[in-house]
Every structure is written in structure tokens, then in C-alpha cells.
């Protein structure tokens, strides 16, 4: 049985503005499964070409002020929700607990909203990203194994992310990470608030538990969840 392919709607972000940075966490082990998620065959964003094209918006204002966009995640194959819950059953799997849950029971995450069993990312109009200053400072890889730290410690300690400081690392999940917490104040505050009116001048809403997860509000495809692998489309 040959694999699905993307629909026709769906395009790659880097064709549409190849400007915007891109760092597919979930094709990487440095995420809260600590392992490559099922169904993401490429380092690839994929998104509906209204949502890309809304966001390629979105980067032509931050472009001004000498900022760039940043993604970690876009489209999100259901299989790799699945892969996701599937995880998440296995409670003596805590691998990556230290760094992207260190105060949240494992059986909390998707009770208290920070990973859902029917994600937007499924639908292809919703993602997750952050802000870079320009030139953005290379970063380097995650080792499996190495010693992990919390993704609320200082931004110098936490794991290196070009990333403006937004209060918590990416997949923080913690009630540090819900985007207007009253103890996130000045520069991480003023970062996640203009992240906030970006994406929302852009067309974009933003989920209140996760500073950097977006859904275009005009979404084609409201009510319908993909399961094709993320990989680029057969060239016509
Ligand atoms: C897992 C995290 N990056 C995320 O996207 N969470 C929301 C709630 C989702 O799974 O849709
Ligand atoms: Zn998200």
C-alpha cells in the first residue's frame, strides 16, 4: 500500500518564505519522548498555503526590527499523535522529564492541556514557533543521554536555542509556559507579547497554556484530521 501523500493544499513553508528558520523538534530526539515521533520522514514544515502564506506575513514585519520566525512544529501526522499517547501510557518512560515537564506528573500532560489526543497540527493550519534575533547564532545538537536541565532555569543555563528568551524553553510544559503567566515580567513578558500581536495581526490565535503554539483562524480544513507522512509532495 503506498503512503499518502500531502494534499495539494498543502504546501512547504520553505517554499513559500524560505527566510523563516525552521527547527523540526519532533524529526529530532530532543523532545519530551526523547525519540524521532512516528510519521516525520523529513526535517520538513508543512503547512495549508493560506496558514504559510498569513505567516510569511507575519516575518516580512519582524524582518523590520531585525527578528526572524522561528518553527518547531507545523503540520503533525495523526499517527504521530498517536505515537504521542502511546508515549505517554508508558508512565515509567521519564527519559526527558527533567528538562521538558520537571513539575508535572506524566499523567497530567494531556489532562491539563499541553499535548491534546486531536491536535490543530493535524489540520495543517497550526504551529508552533518562536522569535530569533538576526543573524541567528547556530545551535548545536541534542545528545541522547546527556544530562538535561529544566526548561524554566535561567535562559543561560537551559539547553542553547537561538531564541529570543520567552521565560521557558520550547514544550515547556508547566504553568510557566501559559502565555500571559503574571510571573513571566520584562523582557521574556515583552517577547512573548510581541510573538502574540505578530501572529494575531496576522490571523492567528494563540492556546493560553503554550506561549508558542498558533492556529490560523481562517483554517482550511476546520473539521478534518491528516494522517500523511511529513514529506514533500511528488513533483508534478
Ligand atoms: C505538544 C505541543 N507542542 C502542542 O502542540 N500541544 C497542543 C496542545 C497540541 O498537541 O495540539
Ligand atoms: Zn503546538
Not at 59 to 88: I, M, N, S, T
Not at 131 to 142: D, E, F, M, S
Request: net charge neutral; aromatic share 12%.
Amino acid at each position: 500500500q503506498p503512503e499518502p501523500r500531502p494534499p495539494k493544499e498543502f504546501v512547504a513553508l520553505s517554499d513559500v518564505d524560505p527566510t523563516i528558520l525552521q527547527e523540526m523538534r519532533y524529526y529530532t530526539p530532543h523532545n519530551f519522548t526523547g525519540h524521532r515521533v512516528e510519521g516525520y520522514r523529513r526535517p520538513l514544515c508543512l503547512l495549508t498555503r493560506p496558514a504559510a502564506e498569513a505567516l510569511r506575513g507575519a516575518q516580512r514585519a519582524l524582518l523590520r526590527r531585525g527578528y526572524g520566525l522561528k518553527v518547531y512544529d507545523c503540520y503533525r501526522p495523526q499517527r504521530a499523535v498517536d505515537d504521542f499517547v502511546a508515549w505517554a501510557k508508558d508512565l515509567d518512560d521519564l527519559r526527558m522529564k527533567a528538562e521538558f515537564y520537571p513539575r508535572v506528573a506524566k499523567s497530567r500532560l494531556f489532562l491539563d492541556g499541553y499535548i491534546a489526543e486531536k491536535s490543530g497540527h493535524s489540520r495543517g493550519s497550526t504551529l508552533d514557533l518562536t522569535i530569533v534575533r538576526l543573524p541567528a547564532v547556530p545551535t548545536r545538537p541534542y545528545v541522547p543521554g546527556e544530562p538535561l536541565v529544566s526548561c524554566y532555569a535561567p535562559k543561560e543555563l537551559r539547553f542553547p536555542d537561538n531564541s529570543v528568551d520567552m521565560g521557558t524553553g520550547y514544550d515547556c510544559f508547566d504553568t510557566l509556559s501559559h502565555t500571559a503567566d503574571p510571573r513571566v515580567q520584562g523582557v521574556p513578558r515583552a517577547n512573548r507579547m510581541l510573538l502574540k500581536s505578530l501572529m494575531e495581526e496576522a490571523g492567528f490565535v494563540n492556546l493560553a497554556e503554550e506561549w508558542w503554539h498558533y492556529t490560523y483562524r481562517a483554517e482550511p480544513f476546520p473539521d478534518t484530521y491528516f494522517d500523511f507522512p511529513v514529506s514533500r509532495r511528488p513533483a508534478p
